[in-house]
């Protein structure tokens, strides 16, 4: 679909309109007026719903010459009594070959089998892109979890929105002045319109500018790959660096597109610029829903019973380890829940080859504090962790120790209090608290 925008001189002439209209900039009627264009089939009311990508938030944008979809500007063209294509800013392109169509790369883009409904998540990142206009946005969480499928489902749904989608891993972590050209030369014609940049800094300014000349949504799997072990969570390793300069370039710089990254952990220049009213967000993935993870457990093949809700509480409805115990479970138990869970065990299996390449990143003072809330016989206080540690750790490194682990996405906030007076306890899920305790017990016992 695409989107347009005023340019200078129309943006004043929308504003000139508006003024001589007598009516309110956020009069409801705009809305109604722009819906009656929009779909002139369906009766339009004050106060709303408005049809389909009209709403306040949009008009807003469009009186303020950001981008909203080519329908939405068409529309609230018209109400205002012009042609739209003399209000639109429509710069010269470098991709004129996809002037009626776009530009799809999925690359190394893994097949996707069944989706298990994320809806409000998806919901919720379609908004941050299509309403507020969010630059970059980082999908966090667990292995196993589920953000490459996420972030697939997520492109799919939303591609037809953008002139260019293209589809990136980091697996084989590539240093950023080879990525940004690969990128660049893989879009047809683009490298004939401009010569390839030379330097980094011109790499970095020159995908910069496509993302402002062209609507484009760029996914790039696997962070992790460029973050640094032995070292608190956001840190990339030597020789990476650079990749912050992109990021803090793509979320601080104003431009169309949107990149969506996915990452175990979340970069340290991300925490600098997201914001609940910023062009840049966080969406943190916890575990499936009860519904969908029961769907889940159905497609693997078990036996449907009472005892999939412990199941399914015990694993947190992380997909990937929902589908290991299922397999096991097939194996084992005939497909039976019940009997699997009476051997009263938390079982990791292969699992423990996602969480290896998770803890082999963690610094030594993050692995004493883990096994620490491991090993307690309940949830612990900041207090309590220091110390079972060390009363020679001080307070501030103790909690900066927890808000990297927290970014990492392996420690559990227990947030229901009795009082206002309760503390703050942590703890584990339970499949990485049985990880934990069997990987470090030789080493802190």
Same mark, same amino acid.
């Given at each position: 679909?695409?989107?347009?925008?005023?340019?200078?001189?129309?943006? $004043?002439?929308?504003?000139?309109?508006?003024?001589? =209209?007598?009516?309110?900039?956020?009069?409801?009627? #705009?809305?109604?007026?722009?819906?009656?264009?929009?779909?002139?089939? =369906?009766?339009?009311? !004050? &106060?709303?719903?408005?049809?389909?990508?009209?709403?306040?938030?949009? #008009?807003?944008?469009?009186?303020?010459?950001?981008?909203?979809?080519?329908?939405?500007?068409?529309?609230?063209?018209?109400? !205002?009594?012009?042609? #739209?294509?003399?209000?639109?800013?429509?710069?010269?392109?470098?991709?004129?070959?996809?002037?009626?169509?776009?530009? +799809?790369?999925?690359?190394?883009?893994?097949?996707?089998?069944?989706?298990?409904?994320?809806?409000?998540?998806?919901?919720?990142?379609?908004?941050?892109?299509?309403?507020?206009?969010?630059?970059?946005?980082?999908?966090?969480?667990?292995?196993?979890?589920?953000?490459?499928?996420?972030? +697939?489902?997520?492109?799919?749904?939303?591609?037809?929105?953008?002139?260019?989608?293209?589809?990136?891993?980091?697996?084989?972590?590539?240093?950023?002045?080879?990525?940004?050209?690969?990128?660049?030369?893989?879009?047809?014609?683009?490298?004939?319109?401009?010569?390839?940049?030379?330097?980094?800094?011109?790499?970095? @300014?020159?995908?910069?500018?496509?993302? @402002?000349?062209?609507?484009?949504?760029?996914?790039?799997?696997?962070?992790?790959?460029?973050?640094?072990?032995?070292? !608190?969570?956001?840190?990339?390793?030597?020789?990476?660096?650079?990749?912050?300069?992109?990021?803090? $370039?793509?979320?601080?710089?104003?431009? $169309?597109?949107?990149?969506?990254?996915?990452?175990?952990?979340?970069?340290?220049?991300?925490?600098?610029?997201?914001?609940?009213?910023?062009?840049?967000?966080? !969406?943190?993935?916890?575990?499936?829903?009860?519904?969908?993870?029961?769907?889940?457990?159905?497609?693997?093949?078990?036996?449907?019973?009472?005892? #999939?809700?412990?199941?399914?509480?015990?694993?947190? &409805?992380?997909?990937?380890?929902?589908?290991?115990?299922?397999?096991?479970?097939?194996?084992?138990? @005939?497909?039976?829940?019940?009997?699997?869970?009476?051997?009263?065990?938390?079982?990791?299996?292969?699992?423990?080859?996602?969480?290896?390449?998770?803890?082999?990143?963690?610094?030594?003072?993050?692995?004493?504090?883990?096994?620490?809330?491991?090993?307690?016989?309940?949830?612990?206080?900041?207090?309590?962790?220091?110390?079972? +540690?060390?009363?020679?750790?001080?307070? =501030?490194?103790?909690?900066?120790?927890?808000?990297?682990?927290?970014?990492?996405?392996?420690?559990?906030?227990?947030?229901?209090?009795?009082?206002?007076?309760?503390?703050?306890?942590?703890?584990?899920?339970?499949?990485?608290?049985?990880?934990?305790?069997?990987?470090?017990?030789?080493?802190?016992?």
């Amino acid at each position: 679909m695409g989107t347009l925008k005023a340019s200078e001189l129309g943006l $004043q002439r929308i504003q000139q309109a508006r003024k001589e =209209s007598g009516r309110k900039r956020d009069d409801a009627e #705009w809305l109604v007026a722009a819906s009656e264009v929009l779909d002139p089939e =369906s009766e339009w009311l !004050l &106060g709303g719903p408005y049809a389909e990508g009209c709403s306040e938030a949009t #008009w807003r944008r469009f009186l303020a010459g950001s981008p909203v979809t080519v329908p939405a500007f068409k529309a609230f063209c018209q109400v !205002l009594g012009f042609d #739209w294509r003399s209000i639109a800013d429509r710069p010269g392109a470098d991709l004129e070959e996809f002037s009626d169509g776009q530009y +799809i790369d999925w690359d190394s883009c893994p097949e996707v089998g069944i989706f298990y409904d994320r809806t409000l998540e998806l919901t919720q990142m379609s908004e941050w892109i299509g309403e507020e206009n969010c630059r970059l946005i980082a999908i966090l969480g667990m292995g196993g979890i589920g953000k490459t499928t996420m972030a +697939i489902q997520l492109a799919k749904q939303l591609q037809y929105r953008f002139k260019i989608v293209i589809w990136r891993s980091l697996q084989y972590a590539p240093p950023l002045e080879k990525f940004i050209p690969n990128l660049l030369k893989s879009i047809p014609n683009y490298q004939t319109k401009k010569a390839l940049p030379d330097t980094l800094e011109s790499s970095i @300014n020159r995908l910069v500018e496509l993302c @402002n000349s062209h609507r484009c949504l760029i996914i790039i799997d696997g962070l992790e790959s460029l973050l640094s072990n032995n070292d !608190l969570a956001g840190k990339y390793r030597p020789g990476y660096e650079d990749y912050a300069k992109l990021f803090h $370039q793509i979320g601080a710089l104003p431009h $169309q597109s949107c990149f969506v990254i996915t990452s175990h952990e979340k970069p340290r220049e991300i925490v600098k610029l997201e914001g609940h009213k910023r062009p840049v967000r966080c !969406l943190k993935i916890s575990g499936l829903q009860k519904r969908a993870a029961r769907q889940l457990l159905q497609e693997q093949g078990l036996v449907e019973e009472p005892e #999939w809700d412990i199941l399914i509480q015990r694993y947190r &409805g992380n997909p990937l380890a929902l589908k290991i115990i299922a397999d096991t479970i097939l194996e084992l138990f @005939n497909g039976k829940s019940s009997e699997f869970i009476q051997q009263n065990t938390i079982f990791v299996g292969q699992l423990s080859e996602v969480l290896d390449r998770q803890f082999e990143r963690l610094s030594e003072i993050e692995k004493k504090v883990i096994y620490r809330i491991a090993t307690a016989e309940s949830p612990v206080t900041i207090s309590q962790m220091r110390d079972k +540690i060390s009363p020679a750790v001080s307070h =501030s490194q103790i909690l900066e120790v927890l808000e990297s682990l927290a970014r990492r996405s392996l420690i559990e906030k227990i947030t229901e209090k009795t009082s206002d007076s309760d503390p703050v306890m942590f703890t584990l899920q339970p499949v990485v608290m049985k990880y934990i305790v069997n990987q470090f017990k030789h080493i802190f016992q």
